[in-house]
Nanobody, 121 residues
Framework: QVQLVESGGGLVQPGGSLRLSCAAS????????MGWYRQAPGKQRDLVAT???????NYADSVKGRFTISRDNAKNTVYLQMNSLKPEDTAVYSC???????????????WGQGTQVTVSS
């Protein structure tokens, strides 16, 4: 089993910054893709950003130029630096990881519990 634990959410004023972290632990052989998704009240969960083990990165158009995703493979951790935050960035942010168990080929997808980000004056 694998656990994803997020941290770093909170309340911030428009234009401010937050940094989210997500650490994976448990039965991990390797992690293919790690990413962040968000869900605002009454809306579907949307992709924010993903990063592969080879550092190939994908961003949602709405966050390009403001958010930066990175990962520390040695720590099985993914980060999301969020700058120039807007009220429309308010959502529950969840971490996702595709993990290969030790000795296995097929990866499995896991989700963190989510962390609230609120952008408001």
């Amino acid at each position: 089993q694998v656990q994803l634990v997020e941290s770093g959410g909170g309340l911030v004023q428009p234009g401010g910054s937050l940094r989210l972290s997500c650490a994976a632990s448990g039965s991990i052989g390797s992690i293919n893709v790690m990413g962040w998704y968000r869900q605002a009240p009454g809306k579907q969960r949307d992709l924010v950003a993903t990063i592969t083990s080879g550092d190939s990165i994908n961003y949602a158009d709405s966050v390009k130029g403001r958010f930066t995703i990175s990962r520390d493979n040695a720590k099985n951790t993914v980060y999301l630096q969020m700058n120039s935050l807007k009220p429309e960035d308010t959502a529950v942010y969840s971490c996702n990881a595709w993990v290969r168990p030790p000795g296995k080929i097929i990866p499995y997808g896991y989700w963190g519990q989510g962390t609230q980000v609120t952008v408001s004056s």
